[in-house]
């Protein structure tokens, strides 16, 4: 059974570019969750999504960021016109029920670097 | 407010020693915790949880105590072994994972 799997692994782009950032939950999960790490810090909650639906936004900054989890297809955060601050590793989890009864399983995760 | 923090950023011990990694929570009304384990480069690897009716569990060589009453709980490694270096990171389960800063630890052979 593959885990969670994220791509690509490493992305680089240039200010004002956009970067879009791939997450295919494991099987059998439907909520997938998508946090940031900026350098030596902790995860930080982005975004809560089941499939078609956006749960809970409440970590994402109001401009540029969004995200989508299709009825078919893998899960997409979205960033647009980046700056040097989006550079940070981005990881996604996922799970097979709502969250605060489940644990949540992480891929391995992108890093996005602005130049 | 949700948080949860760690106390130690770092934790050095000696191969073969157990080790304890300590979490502070302040949301008294959280009822579900994890340990994780993040090595350089990866993403965070599960180890072990715990929900707010135990105040203790085992896994293999780890354990996790959950104290209620100061809202505090520890992650204890058994026998400590270099493959166990990385940080560890506490997180509360709020349906969102609310994480600490996370202590890292080095293993000296």
């Known amino acids: 059974n593959a885990g969670v799997m994220q791509n690509p692994r490493h992305l680089v782009r240039r200010r004002g570019q956009e970067a879009r950032l791939r997450c295919s939950p494991m099987k059998g999960h439907s909520h997938v969750y998508w946090y940031r790490q900026l350098p030596e810090e902790g995860l930080k909650f982005m975004v809560y999504l089941q499939k078609e639906n956006i749960i809970d936004e409440s970590g994402m900054p109001k401009e540029r960021f969004s995200a989508e989890f299709p009825k078919e297809g893998p899960s997409i955060l979205r960033i647009q016109q980046v700056v040097r601050g989006d550079s940070a590793a981005y990881f996604c989890?996922?799970?097979?029920?709502?969250?605060?009864?489940?644990?949540?399983?992480f891929g391995p995760g992108t890093r996005l670097l602005v130049l | 407010g949700e948080s949860v923090g760690l106390h130690l950023p770092t934790l050095s011990v000696q191969e073969g020693d157990n080790s304890i990694i300590n979490c502070a929570y302040s949301n008294s009304a959280s009822d579900y915790f994890i340990w994780y384990k993040q090595e350089s480069g990866k993403g965070p690897q599960f180890i072990i949880d715990i929900r707010s009716n135990m105040d203790k569990r085992q896994g293999q060589r780890v354990t996790v105590l959950l104290n209620k009453t100061v809202k505090h709980l520890s992650l204890q490694i058994a026998a400590t072994q270099p493959g166990d270096s990385a940080v560890y990171f506490c997180a509360e389960n709020l349906g969102k994972l609310i994480f600490g800063q996370g202590t890292e630890l080095s293993v000296k052979p």
């Open positions: 989890a996922s799970s097979p029920r709502r969250g605060d009864r489940e644990t949540q399983y």
